[in-house]
């Protein structure tokens, strides 16, 4: 008995090696080497080299000049979590419980996206909301939009484009949550004299959580980062985060700063996501 | 056709009636019909068990009842209200659900309050408790379903039907998941709990022994429609399809010629041989009829023994088979006309045994002995050996 528990757990530690392997050599080294990098001198430059000076003050210096893209990052992405939440249940919904056999045809279609490259269909969504596409226009003609009234380069678009890119990594484990429900539990709910409104509430919700938790989380840490629909679709007034650090490290040549601000925006989500999990009781995910 | 349970009158109109009424109720799927020109009248307080084989329409009579399925036509009514289009969390009906659908992700507490909650009611603490009392479940009430073991869970069920005082219980197999002895003790404390509460329950099963334990009036049902009502001995004693002789026990079945219906017996030529037939048995139309007799009522004794059965004595027959089994033995008795019969011998000691070979003489009491319309199968309902 004692032999087999003792083979099992050697097992267990066997099959542990390859991922840990792989994630020491290419999180661990990486994220030791970027709070580092966010602690040298910022003086020096990739040519000359840096000195580790221990230079804490990139930290209040770049919080005191990005803030504004830091918050408008974590508005813009609680926001198109928001939308996917809403436009991802009720699509999860349907496809759960009403699809019948187009089941299997409308979950390919969800992940159908990911055929093309992330980048041509934000390119084409620029081309979607050009200001003479024809959403623009009709947008104008049903005086939704003034004459002179854009999409490109405002909030809408680059909030739009977020829901639109990340509404798959909602939908699927929505999905799976609720596909996983015992539909006799509903009838169950409706035979205790819940109305149909009450039951999604009372049960439907409840036990779909887990899914509302993972969907919320994969879209939202993405969505946070993602620099490519704010430059796109936006304009510098719409800068998110994400091309703030891209513009520091690749045209400013600063990488202390852009160290030091991936360091912050990675312990912000950190943080909140632990206490999001917490508040949603399913700590068992972690 | 239309079958009454105990002495209330098919004709008296729906609002007069205080029971579960169903009328003409047919329910189809696709060219199928589940349920066919049902008639069902289920008098207020009683217990009655829908027993039938898998497929017969009764758990779909069921959730007709519990408003989960709409009748394709007919009418439901419950104590002279018109139900048949309710939704289901508007009518005084609850139900125990075959796999249970406890709720997992409350406790059993709020399982068993969910009901109390969603009507508002003020005294759901108590109520609770109470009812947590009755299941002897007090000191689980703050688990999750999941931690309980089946036969629990089965309780909770009840539990949370039981609470919200229904007009009507609806029980749908509710002991299939649980093993052979759990499932003895259940029915027990089920029917402890209905004559307890004193409410109507209305039981599914595929179980006879089960369904003949706990209820008052049993509806046996086949291909959509009840083919016999009545309290269970009534049933057993006196099928009237052989569907309800082969699916409630065992019956033998023997072809034969009616020759006389005059005064109380029927005479009936069974291969050669007279037997009789007390004419309140007889259910056969035309000229020809099975002959039913149940294995324990036939007597079995060597050729020209003094078996106490004075009237159908058969002879002639030859043991094929002999099966012991305590407190019974069960013999195949090949006959004259290559038919063979089965014979259960209670094992008092007082009778010899027989092994295969041995010449034998069959015979039992007329008044034992039914009499089934010849142009159904004569193996309709037959369980399998293996059926439990």
């Known amino acids: ?286 | 056709m239309s079958q009454v349970a105990e002495q209330e009158p098919t004709t008296a109109d729906a609002e007069s009636y205080d029971g579960l009424r169903l009328r003409n109720v047919t329910k189809s799927f696709g060219a199928f019909k589940a349920v066919d020109d049902l008639d069902l009248d289920v008098p207020s307080g009683s217990f009655i068990a829908l027993l039938g084989p898998s497929g017969c329409g009764k758990t779909t009579t069921l959730r007709m009842v519990a408003g989960l399925e709409t009748p394709t036509a007919g009418s439901i009514t419950l104590g002279g209200q018109d139900i048949t289009y309710a939704k289901p969390y508007q009518r005084p009906v609850n139900t125990v659900f075959q796999s249970y659908a406890l709720f997992p992700h409350l406790d059993i507490y709020e399982n068993v309050a969910f009901g109390l909650r969603r009507r508002k009611s003020k005294e759901v603490d108590t109520a609770v408790r109470d009812m947590l009392e009755l299941v002897e479940l007090t000191s689980q009430a703050r688990k999750k379903p999941a931690q309980l073991s089946g036969g629990q869970q089965q309780r909770v069920a009840l539990a949370r039907a039981l609470i919200n005082k229904p007009e009507v219980l609806l029980l749908d197999e509710p002991l299939g998941a649980l093993d052979l002895k759990l499932r003895r003790s259940m029915q027990l404390e089920i029917k402890r709990i209905q004559t307890e509460v004193g409410l109507t329950f209305v039981h599914v099963t595929h179980d006879q022994e089960e369904a003949m334990t706990m209820a008052d009036t049993v509806a046996v049902m086949n291909a959509g429609v009840v083919e016999q009502m009545g309290a269970p001995a009534d049933l057993y004693e006196n099928p009237q399809s052989t569907f309800v002789a082969n699916f409630l026990g065992q019956s033998n079945l023997i072809e034969g010629t009616i020759q006389n219906r005059g005064g109380d017996v029927v005479t009936v030529d069974m291969h050669g041989i007279g037997v009789s037939v007390p004419t309140e048995r007889c259910h056969a139309d035309s000229d020809k009829g099975w002959v039913g007799i149940r294995p324990e009522k036939v007597l079995i004794g060597a050729p020209g023994e003094e078996l106490d059965a004075p009237g159908n004595t058969i002879p002639g027959g030859v043991v094929t088979d002999v099966s012991f089994v305590g407190v019974s033995t069960q013999y195949l008795v090949r006959m004259p006309w290559g038919q063979e019969l089965s014979v259960f011998q209670q094992n008092t000691g007082r009778h010899t045994s027989f092994v295969p070979g041995d010449k034998v003489e069959l015979s039992w009491r007329p008044e034992y002995a039914f009499l089934l319309d010849f142009s159904q199968d004569a193996s309709a309902g037959a369980q399998k050996v293996d059926a439990e």
């Not at chain 1, 990139?58 to 609680?78: C, E, K, M, T």
């Not at chain 1, 024809?134 to 104008?140: A, G, K, T, Y």
């Not at chain 1, 890119?165 to 929505?174: A, D, I, R, S």
């Open chain 1, 1 to 286: 008995m004692s032999e087999t528990v003792r083979k099992r757990g050697r097992t267990g530690y066997l099959l542990l090696i390859p991922g840990v392997l792989w994630l020491a050599l290419f999180f661990v080294v990486p994220l030791y080497s970027l709070v580092a990098t966010s602690l040298f001198d910022p003086s020096g430059s990739d040519t000359t080299g840096y000195s580790m000076t221990y230079h804490w003050v990139n930290y209040s210096h770049v919080i005191s000049d990005y803030w504004q893209p830091l918050v408008r990052s974590l508005a813009y992405g609680a926001l198109a979590t928001l939308f996917c939440l809403v436009l991802g249940y009720v699509l999860a919904y349907a496809i759960a419980f009403k699809a019948g056999r187009w089941k299997n045809l409308m979950l390919v279609l969800v992940i159908a996206p990911f055929f093309t490259s992330f980048l041509v269909r934000t390119l084409s969504w620029k081309l979607l909301l050009a200001d003479d596409g024809f959403i623009v226009n009709s947008l104008q003609f049903v005086h939704i939009l003034g004459a002179d009234g854009r999409l490109l380069a405002t909030p809408v678009a680059v909030i739009a484009g977020l829901t639109y890119n990340f509404l798959p990594f909602m939908v699927l484990p929505l999905y799976a949550s609720i596909d996983k429900i015992d539909p006799r539990l509903i009838e169950a709910s409706s035979d205790l004299y819940a109305n149909p409104f009450v039951g999604f509430f009372k049960v439907t919700w409840p036990l779909s959580l887990p899914g509302v938790v993972s969907g919320t989380l994969l879209t939202f840490i993405p969505a946070v980062g993602d620099y490519i629909n704010a430059e796109l679709l936006g304009s510098p007034n719409q800068r998110m985060i994400g091309s703030v650090i891209q513009s520091l490290f690749t045209n400013a040549n600063n990488y202390p700063a852009a160290g030091a601000l991936s360091v912050i925006l990675m312990a912000l989500i950190v943080v909140m996501v632990l206490f999001y999990v917490r508040r949603a009781g399913t700590e068992d995910l972690l």
